[in-house]
């Protein structure tokens, strides 16, 4: 029902944007009507997918912390750099420190990343016309290119599945147009403050920082401005970047966060083997957004010789472009990722919407047919941005984005799986919660929801090393996906040292009884089977042999779980 309704949405959007292309360029209100019916359908497209994904409640269990008073950490005591999105740790944490009530951080995240994500639809309509405005701000029929650009980043199934999900995927795509938006005013100072906040969401912000850097450098080369903008730049950075860093280094006593060790562990040759994959199956999801890429490209290349304010334009769009082409190259280095929509890809098709339509706009601007019209030539030449095959094209293409979500395995499907996965896994860390005494330690590969729900009193420890030093540092590199990914392991730690009294090592429910158990923990641990009461489902859990029995009648006496011997 709800995904026939964001069809029709788009429909309605499309015969709007089509048939009243006209008003929509020359009259504020039209385009501010266009605009409200965009942002519907990207509040309809997220709502779609409507999931909270488990790797979101990592961060959550650490802003869940930070407001009770523990600090920044995944369990009280133990200080390690488990995330790598401190902005969006902190600005969660916010509503704990008001409500006492861990759900109050989980709505959080989902709002502020809907707000982020409409936000970014917002600012790819503003991003667009200032960019174009460069060029021929005495147009009065350009405006209208935003509403395009706008429309395709509601339609990017990789944002929208990401804007309830609580992850800080959104609020990144929101400072890098935020960035880009002030790279291209010249404002100094706010775009090293925002490139600041970038790196501080997301560790390729360093990317945005660097060409924000090289941005100013440049101008300042061409006589542009003077040196003082890049000290600006630099100075508007610094102030966030600065006292970060040594908080950063005086808690947790590294540069780097544990999830971005483990993340470049394994062999060069499987990383990029694997992200080449992972890039080439979005290229050909996204072949609508590839072929505005494209576009563009061919759109700057025939206008090489511009005067001043149109080749400050044309540079914007450059600026684009490279920092999508940037990502894309990140990316694969990296090895690509696990999570489905190409998450770790999100920026790319909004920074290449507003390219290709910015670029299509500068196209406009220097026709004979703009440049008549503008200096009173051909009386009545009608722009070519007035014609209605553009807009036409931009929402078909938006159509076949939605289309990616609707159709495609590794978009709504995956989610849903990703969902379900998260619930039944809060459903185990709750049984926990309410069977184990405090101080109770856990091992599980399972560091989200399960680990949330479980409470700041069970100690858990993550076999895969994202919150514990030993192991993300020391470990051995582990595969975690054909793609390339890598975690890292020691499981002789884990049992030996960490000593977990229960490790849980399945991903959720399982709808037979099981009974093995990984070589790993075999000898001092033994099977626990229990039956979720009322359904069909099992969990299978690794108790320590010396207090089984009393493990297994805590975890059993909980009403929604019956224990059943292996035996």
Known sequence: MLATVTVGVWLVLAAFVAGYWQRINTDRSWRLGALGLTLLLSVLHQVLYSTIAGESYVTFRYSRHLAEGFGAVYNPGEYVEGYANFLWMLLVALPGLVADDPDVIVAAAVVLGVAATLGSV???????????????????????????????????????????AGVETPLFVLLVLTACLALVAGRAVVAGVVVALAIMTRPEGIVLALAGLVWFALDTLRGRRDVHAVVAYLAGAAVLLGPWTVWRLTVYEYLLPNVVVSRWSGPWSQRLAGGWDYVAEFALAYQAFVALAVAALALLLTRRRVPGPVARARAAVWLLLALAASQVVGVVAAGGGWMPVWRLLAPVPVLLAVAGVAAYGLFVATSPSSAGRAGGGVVGATPLVRGRTVPIVVVALAGLSLAVSLAHPSAL??????????????????????????????????????????GTSVVVVDVFGRTDEHIARQGEPLPVTARGVYVARDFDYVVNERSPSVAVEESGYTTEQQCGINPAYAGLYEVASFRRTGTPYWVSVYVRRIPADDLIERLDSHPDFTYVSCV
Do not use: C, K
């Open 413 to 454: 499907p995956a989610m849903r799986e990703l969902d379900r996965s998260a619930t039944q896994l809060a459903e185990i860390g709750r049984w926990l919660d309410d069977s184990l005494p405090p101080g109770t330690v856990v091992s599980t590969h399972n560091t989200g929801a399960l680990a949330y729900e479980a």
């Open 122 to 164: 917002v600012l790819a309509y503003r991003l667009t016309n200032r960019i174009v405005a460069l060029a021929r701000s005495d147009d009065p029929a350009l405006p209208g290119l935003g509403v395009l650009a706008a429309v395709l980043t509601a339609a990017v199934s990789s944002l929208a599945a990401f804007g309830m």
